[in-house]
T-cell receptor, first 116, second 119 residues
């Protein structure tokens, strides 16, 4: 079973629409970390956010916001007023303290296409 | 700062050949990692290092070796290349191991990637 599920393979929106990328994770640990990364068409990877399991506060950074809900094991990512430059593949990842190391497990990614 | 640099950007190998992917960072980060990315997949951790002289295996270490003789450099060696190692390789560094450490604002920086094809 996947530890990180990004059920949306591809999302297509028109510029200025709000869009939410879903991430559902599975872990038995009480201490863990969740991440979001962005990979634009150019291929580089950009780290967006890290959240630890003890901090359920929602995070907002400009047009980006993250909703962490332990009750539903979800860490969703919302882009408000999407722009063409937001077109990218977005990865959610989970890091658990397996054997003392925190080897990350990545979801398969959600491809976001923002049309002008 | 140059950030995280990787060389080469592209490489084609024949099965059985060996090579080293170079990774360097100038941010004095203790933590460095190597990931591979295959089509339609997320990243998978190959090896990581928590400081000079200390390395450990990730999820998919077979066929790869690493060493960390300096804080700046973290080369990845393919011992005998196989077609299954065709992938895009990313090196990353951070002040703390992304996922642990006290730095709540710690950011993980990635290199531009190396696209490797093994024929």
């Amino acid at each position: 079973a996947q530890k990180v599920t990004q059920a949306q393979t591809e999302i297509s929106v028109v510029e200025k629409e709000d869009v939410t990328l879903d991430c559902v994770y599975e872990t038995r640990d009480t201490t863990y970390y969740l991440f979001w990364y962005k990979q634009p068409p150019s291929g580089e990877l950009v780290f967006l956010i890290r959240r630890n399991s003890f901090d359920e506060q929602n995070e907002i950074s400009g047009r980006y916001s993250w909703n962490f809900q332990k009750s539903t094991s979800s860490f969703n990512f919302t882009i408000t007023a999407s722009q063409v430059v937001d077109s990218a593949v977005y990865f959610c990842a989970l890091s658990e303290p397996s054997g003392g190391s925190y080897i990350p497990t990545f979801g398969r990614g959600t491809s976001l296409i923002v049309h002008p | 700062n140059a950030g995280v640099t990787q060389t080469p950007k592209f490489q084609v190998l024949k099965t059985g050949q060996s090579m080293t992917l170079q990774c360097a960072q100038d941010m004095n980060h203790e933590y460095m990692s190597w990931y591979r990315q295959d089509p339609g997949m997320g990243l998978r951790l190959i090896h990581y290092s928590v400081g000079a002289g200390i390395t450990d295996q990730g999820e998919v270490p077979n066929g790869y070796n690493v060493s960390r003789s300096t804080t700046e450099d973290f080369p990845l060696r393919l011992l005998s290349a196989a077609p299954s190692q065709t992938s895009v390789y990313f090196c990353a560094s951070s002040y703390s191991l992304a996922g642990v450490g006290s730095g709540g604002t710690d950011t993980q920086y990635f290199g531009p990637g190396t696209r490797l094809t093994v024929l």
